[in-house]
């Protein structure tokens, strides 16, 4: 025990540079080391200018056509179809988020048929920034504390949907569940997992790191359905009792727009079991109006049907405030 967690903490790096000598594999809450094992993982790479992956077993590069081939094989042919949807739809293995074209209306449903989950890390749940508004611009996560190297498991069992690396999230696992919920992390240092693989609930799928825009090694986990980041804890109870906040969740637009929490407190979660309590919820919740060129006090007061008073009121701003460009202002 001692050697495993010695190689995890201390050589995480030359699994990434010699990852095509071994794959993980996961035996109770211990990992081991295969050399004769038959799985192959691919990591995304960019070959001039072009997205592209390579074998790190063979170190064989495939074009993303290729790729996305061989991630359709692996979808069932059949008993995926339930009430007219098909739970492989948008089932690419080459982004985190392939909705980008799909608008979806609120409020919409999300269900469990679960009353618990896992955490994500072995420890006590230390947050360091939440979900909402915070200086460097909006937060669609929930980040945790952890040391490099630090185990990194999976909430609900599910079927890993993206193995790979963005800009922004570094090294990143995304996990889609029976729901249709989606769990992303991010800033990993090495996977434990590849590209459909199904996964258990509380399955190692990588180790906690800091790649990526990360300042400090943390876990960034994002919950997602269909492309729409949803707050982590509206769902997720991480106050110890690792429940779910219901078998059935309404997401109004509160629930899915930062500018509406600030990522430095905790949200006062209410959760929302039914579409008739989830209208009244969205039909009361605060408006906000995004400062295009030319906007004044006066032209939004005008425009919102309210007084200017009003607003510097709900914006903690004085009359004579200058608005800037892209400044987001409360209007209701």
Same mark, same amino acid.
């Given at each position: ?7 995890? @903490? ?9 990852? &095509? &000598? ?9 990992? !081991? ?51 007219? +949807? ?57 980040? !945790? ?13 599910? @079927? ?12 990143? !696992?995304?996990?889609? +569940? ?56 509206? !769902? ?5 009792? @690792? ?26 979660? @209410? ?62």
């Amino acid at each position: 025990m001692h050697y495993l967690l010695l190689f995890k @903490k201390v050589t995480f790096t030359f699994i990434f540079v010699f990852a &095509s &000598s071994f794959i993980f594999a996961q035996e109770a809450d211990s990992l !081991v080391i295969e050399t004769d094992s038959t799985d192959v993982f691919f990591e995304k790479i960019r070959l001039d200018n072009d997205v592209a992956y390579r074998n790190e077993t063979t170190g064989e590069i495939i074009s993303q056509q290729s790729y996305t081939v061989l991630c359709e094989a692996n979808i069932p042919a059949d008993g995926t179809e339930h009430e007219g +949807h098909n739970h492989y739809d948008y089932w690419q293995c080459d982004m985190i988020n392939p909705y980008k074209d799909v608008v979806l209306p609120t409020p919409f449903k999300i269900e469990f048929d679960q009353t618990t989950f896992t955490h994500p890390v072995d420890h006590k749940i230390v947050v360091t920034s939440r979900f909402g508004r915070r200086r460097r611009g909006p937060h669609r996560g929930f980040d !945790v504390d952890l040391v490099t190297g630090d185990f990194v498991r999976s909430v609900l069992p599910g @079927k890993v949907r993206f193995v790979g690396y963005s800009r922004g999230h570094g090294k990143t !696992v995304v996990v889609r +569940h029976a729901n249709d919920v989606e769990t992303v992390y991010a800033h990993l240092s090495a996977y434990t997992v590849k590209t459909n693989d199904v996964i258990k609930e509380g399955q190692i799928i990588g180790f906690g790191g800091n790649t990526g825009n990360s300042r400090g090694s943390h876990l960034h986990l994002e919950v997602r359905y269909k492309g729409v980041c949803i707050h982590p804890e509206y !769902v997720f109870n991480f106050d110890g009792s @690792k429940t779910i906040n219901g078998s059935e969740l309404w997401v109004t637009n509160s629930w899915k727009s930062p500018r509406m929490h600030s990522s430095y407190k905790k949200s006062k979660i @209410k959760p929302l079991s039914s579409e008739e309590t989830a209208l009244v919820s969205q039909k009361n919740e605060p408006k906000f109006h995004k400062v295009r060129r030319g906007d004044t006090l006066s032209q939004l007061a005008r425009s919102y049907s309210l007084r200017i008073s009003e607003i510097c009121s709900l914006n903690s701003i004085s009359k004579r405030s200058i608005l800037r460009i892209g400044q987001i202002i409360q209007i209701r």
